[in-house]
């Protein structure tokens, strides 16, 4: 008889999240419930007053890592999330804050 190992599905997000998500710990909050996610990827400020993130992994794990987007940390006030497939955008070993854009 055969033995299946079953790999977790692998996919890469890009998100971009509007509301008050700027200087309420949104990008360190984002990191450390990546880390503790085990999902890779980075995360930055944008000039446009949003947070834009790209976040890599087990498909269950990043969904987690959205959801917790829809609110953020508790000084937030998140709007929305709009969610765009980033397949393809190469391969991380960490998760990161990046400078603003």
Do not use: C
């Not at 997000?13 to 085990?38: D, P």
């Not at 949003?50 to 269950?60: R, S």
């Amino acid at each position: 008889m055969r033995e299946f190992v079953v790999v977790p599905l692998q996919i890469t997000r890009r998100l971009k999240i509007h509301g008050r998500v700027q200087g309420v710990f949104f990008r360190e909050s984002m990191r450390q419930r990546a880390e503790q996610l085990n999902v890779t990827g980075w995360v930055r400020n944008r000039a446009d007053a949003t947070v834009e993130a790209v976040v890599q992994g087990d498909e269950f794990e990043v969904g987690r890592l959205i959801e917790w987007a829809q609110h953020g940390p508790d000084a937030a006030k998140v709007d929305r999330v709009e969610v765009e497939s980033a397949e393809g955008e190469g391969r991380y070993g960490t998760f990161d804050k990046k400078p603003t854009l």
